[in-house]
């Protein structure tokens, strides 16, 4: 393979899972953005969305009768995989929506130690329920169509290329992308939107103005695990596995894309995602894949080194 084609394959590869790390990346940013907690359960709830997914792609085939998604005519497993990407978003929507109800909102007021260890303490509960339900060892994620895995450039184009392009890697980007697109329209535009924007500013202030700050945190919550959820069946789909410790690594490298793009802003999140994605692709065809978490960390350092604040954050007073 010429340096070109391993270039390309680079970037192919990145985007499509720096595109997953991005949405759970804006999960944390927008969490944080209002108020100023970093939510550790998150990467758990990420997980559990990839559970959900998992649940009705391989329950409703056999209540259908059939053994493998992947017998299901090309309607049906469109409908599938549309009803899985429904249940993931929804049930992490208000997962997260009860996580924030329960276990942050009666300790807003307190030091901020206390909620910083109410939410490891979530993410330990999350890790025990993905444990008890799919078991100890990484279980097999079906693919609900042999389509996806279909070489775009050799089997549809008919070019003669050792790069590689699934139709799953233009599917996880054709996904994501509306998703990051849609929220940050929503976020900029809407009436709901702005009342985020108003608390993230000045809470007291939003709250003078009439602003409803426990619904505008709860909605907060609701989007940032819809967008775990929705991340949660691309991951799953993509990499055809889920595990109970999934959650770890996908909320650590999450964690450090929001940081790394300036944590609190959503264009930061999304830009350091992709950035992560590349980054740890290159380090796996490079170097070794056992490197790629000190590469991508090295990378987080030398950033924060020379823009304490992130590439694209700013530098805010200190809130009371």
Request: charge should be neutral.
């Amino acid at each position: 393979m010429a340096w070109y084609e391993e270039l390309i394959q680079i970037l192919l590869i990145g985007i499509a899972n720096g595109s997953i790390i991005a949405l759970i990346a804006l999960g944390y940013t927008l969490v944080y953005g209002i108020i100023e907690l970093i939510n550790f359960a998150h990467g758990d709830v990420f997980m559990i969305g990839t559970m959900l997914s998992l649940t009705v792609l391989t329950w409703v085939p056999s209540m259908l009768g059939v053994r493998r998604a992947s017998l299901l005519s090309d309607g049906t497993v469109i409908l599938l995989v549309i009803a899985a990407l429904f249940v993931s978003m929804a049930g992490c929507a208000l997962l997260n929506m009860t996580i924030e109800r329960l276990a942050y909102r009666p300790l807003r007021r307190a030091p901020r130690l206390a909620p910083l260890i109410s939410a490891i303490g979530v993410s330990f509960i999350l890790v025990n329920i993905g444990l008890l339900w799919k078991g100890p060892s990484p279980v097999d994620f079906p693919s609900p169509n042999r389509a996806l895995d279909l070489d775009i450039l050799r089997d549809v184009l008919g070019i003669d290329t050792p790069i590689f392009f699934k139709v799953k890697d233009l599917a996880v980007i054709m996904l994501a992308l509306p998703l990051m697109v849609g929220l940050s329209l929503f976020v900029s535009r809407t009436r709901l939107g702005k009342a985020m924007r108003v608390t993230a500013q000045d809470r007291e202030a939003a709250a003078m103005m009439g602003i409803n700050i426990n619904q505008t945190i709860a909605l907060t919550f609701l989007l940032g695990g819809a967008l775990a959820g929705a991340a949660g069946l691309i991951n799953g789909t993509y990499n055809n596995t889920a595990w109970y410790l999934q959650g770890f690594r996908g909320g650590l490298m999450a964690f450090t894309a929001a940081v790394l793009g300036g944590i609190g802003n959503l264009y930061g999140a999304f830009l350091g995602g992709l950035m992560i994605g590349v980054v740890a692709a290159s380090s796996d065809f490079l170097l070794d894949p056992r490197w790629t978490q000190a590469v991508v960390f090295g990378m987080l350092i030398l950033t924060l080194v020379f823009k304490p604040t992130g590439l694209l954050g700013e530098a805010s007073s200190e809130r009371a």
